[in-house]
Structures are given as structure tokens and as C-alpha cells.
């Protein structure tokens, strides 16, 4: 199974970018599935997470209402719709499964090997 991300570039603060995230293979409609990001000299960080059926989403307080997490099964692909871009979102953007209690609801993914990522960059 590959994980593949695209959708990354640099945006003036206050922009949109969206990301997507396809997977191979016939494992991703049964995985919950999330948005990490790297920033430079940081540790990766978990951004947001959609159950396998898209019925619950989850996000982290520092993307919390500018960020929308939303997947498409049938094309094996996930989305993150990012608005209101502030440079301190700039880092490299990676999918990947996830697994554990987010807000009470139990997230359960098995992990792919990860991905290069997408960089986005957000200018002031």
C-alpha cells in the first residue's frame, strides 16, 4: 500500500490550499485515516482524523475551525481543506491511518508506510 500526498505550495497568509491523500490498495475504506504535519526542527503532529466511514472527524485546537478533514472512499482518497492559512501551519503534511480516542470516539487504523508529504508553506 502507497500513501501519496499532493496539494501543498506556498500561499500568503490568510489563504486556502487543499490537500488530498490517495491510497492504494483495498485497505483505506476500512481504516480511520489522519493529517500529521512536520514542522522544521519538530516533532510530526497529528491535525486531524476522520473515521473509516467519514461519520466523525477530529482536530486538533490549533486547526479548529480553519481546517476541514473529509474523505471519498470510492476514490480512495482523503482531503484536508485548509482556510485562514497562518505561517505558523507551514510544515510538511503527511496521511496516514490513526488509532485511539479523539474527543471520546475510538479511531481505529492500521498505519501505512509513510509518505514523502506535501509542503506547504504560508508567507506573512
Known amino acids: 500500500v502507497q500513501l501519496v500526498e499532493s496539494g501543498g505550495g506556498l500561499v500568503q497568509a490568510g489563504g486556502s490550499l487543499r490537500l488530498s491523500c490517495v491510497a492504494s490498495?483495498?485497505?483505506?475504506?476500512?481504516?480511520?485515516m489522519g493529517w500529521y504535519r512536520q514542522a522544521p526542527g519538530k516533532q510530526r503532529e497529528w491535525v486531524a482524523a476522520?473515521?473509516?466511514?467519514?461519520?466523525?472527524?477530529n482536530y486538533a485546537d490549533s486547526v479548529k475551525g480553519r481546517f476541514t478533514i473529509s474523505r471519498d472512499n470510492a476514490k480512495n482518497t482523503m482531503y484536508l481543506q485548509m482556510n485562514n492559512l497562518k505561517p505558523e501551519d507551514t510544515a510538511v503534511y503527511s496521511c496516514?491511518?490513526?488509532?485511539?480516542?479523539?474527543?471520546?470516539?475510538?479511531?481505529?487504523?492500521?498505519?501505512?508506510?509513510w509518505g514523502q508529504g506535501t509542503q506547504v508553506t504560508v508567507s506573512s
Open positions: 496516514n491511518a490513526v488509532r485511539g480516542y479523539y474527543s471520546g470516539t475510538y479511531y481505529y487504523g492500521d498505519f501505512y508506510a
Open positions: 490498495g483495498s485497505t483505506f475504506s476500512g481504516n480511520a
Open positions: 476522520i473515521t473509516s466511514g467519514g461519520g466523525s472527524t
